[in-house]
């Protein structure tokens, strides 16, 4: 299962896999609406499969500029309650 996260202009991409076939939901939420260069910002939430938290999964954190291409940005595993946190600071516009 692949969940797309918008972030100001640009596409922000959690993906996740989950063994079996149990529906899961991915909860993300951004520090801010626009992202800007040399700023830290923040995506955080809980992956949760049935209502009950996912511990200890694995969670990628994508960014693409034409929403064809992705850059892996840095990968989390969630803690034992299922929450992740990813906070990155770009260097500059689009990097």
């Not at 955080?44 to 938290?53: D, K, R």
Request: glycine share 8%; hydrophobic share 35%; net charge positive.
């Amino acid at each position: 299962m692949t969940v797309q996260v918008n972030y100001g202009a640009e596409k922000i991409l959690d993906s996740f896999t989950t063994e079996g076939k149990q529906p899961t939901a991915l909860n993300a939420t951004v520090s801010s609406t626009t992202a800007y260069a040399t700023k830290n910002f923040t995506v955080m939430g809980q992956l949760t499969a049935s209502g009950s938290p996912l511990p200890w999964k694995t969670i990628a954190l994508q960014r693409s500029t034409d929403n064809k291409t992705f850059v892996r940005l840095a990968t989390k595993s969630t803690d034992g309650n299922g929450w992740y946190r990813f906070s990155k600071n770009q260097t500059a516009a689009g990097k």
